[in-house]
């Protein structure tokens, strides 16, 4: 018997493999998994030829779906619209450390448009946020055709924020990663550093 945390379905690499094909039909001209360009690492990304970047978050559960909110608190603040956020030591409340002029002051950096993909049995279990999309995985292993759209996200950052540094960032990211998996594979013994 399940629980309202599990769910039967797809691992997180078939959801963003279905995705990957999804995302490919619809034209969108980089998609790039698990990395780090807007606020902390994003389970996929994605950024169409006019420079939009989507941000899809990948949950395989009803657990990991939650965690998101809790662990990612500034990032949902700048998705809802909220501008700034601010950083201060521990030992100290917000008010208090702004008041000591103990808190550090900084943008919340967003994507462009934000959205939620998980299994199809996970949809009656989750309350989604009116500014993510949501997108179904609906079968339980990888399928070119698996992705459905429940619902489109709306647009949280206006203007397009892929410029030329965006994708040379993500070039080397892409490049780093690639080759650290070629010599895991052919020179486990090899230690580099770049």
């Not at 500014?131 to 339980?140: D, F, Q, R, T």
Request: aromatic share 12%; proline share 3%.
């Amino acid at each position: 018997m399940q629980s309202n945390n599990e769910t039967r379905g797809a691992s997180e690499i078939q959801i963003i493999m279905s995705m990957w094909h999804a995302l490919l039909r619809k034209g969108h001209k980089i998609i790039a998994p698990n990395i780090h360009l807007i606020n902390g690492e994003s389970d996929l990304i994605s950024i169409t030829k006019a420079g939009y970047v989507y941000e899809y978050e990948i949950k395989t559960n009803v657990a990991d779906f939650q965690a998101e909110f809790r662990g990612k608190k500034e990032k949902h603040a700048g998705l809802r619209g909220e501008k700034t956020a601010y950083k201060w030591k521990y030992g100290y409340t917000k008010e208090k450390a702004i008041e000591l002029g103990l808190a550090e002051f900084r943008e919340i950096r967003v994507p462009n448009y934000f959205s939620f993909v998980f299994p199809e049995d996970m949809y009656e279990k989750v309350d989604v946020p009116d500014y993510a999309g949501i997108y179904l995985h609906a079968s339980g292993y990888w399928s070119r055709n698996g992705i459905k759209e429940v619902r489109k996200p709306n647009k949280v950052r206006r203007q397009a924020i892929c410029t030329e540094n965006t994708l040379k960032e993500i070039s080397k990211k892409l490049s780093v990663r690639l080759f650290d998996h070629y010599i895991k594979k052919y020179a486990p013994q090899q230690r580099y550093n770049y």
